[in-house]
């Protein structure tokens, strides 16, 4: 039961992150800004690696396969707000 309801959690973490994913790529559409596109791919990124996570019986979030593309999502998420923040560039 408790795998069940981890998997189902898992799923709905990444159904999330995709929406979020294609929240963020929908305001890069319109304004071609790079933080949208950057947020876009952390997001799925984050997306696959809980589909990855749900499908893997005996996988744990620490084993560095599924650590390493949080790592990368979370790397990008840092990325925008520094881009986005430099003197003199608005982040485009």
Known sequence: MTQMLETLMLGAVAMGSLVASLFFLRF?????D???LFFAAAFLIEAV????LA???A???Y?????LPRLLAFSLIALAVIFKNRPGGAGK
């Open 63 to 67: 084993e560095p396969l599924f650590y």
């Open 34 to 36: 790079s933080f949208f």
């Open 49 to 52: 690696s809980r589909v990855g």
């Open 55 to 57: 499908f893997e019986r």
């Open 28 to 32: 890069w559409v319109r304004t071609r």
């Open 59 to 61: 996988a744990s979030e």
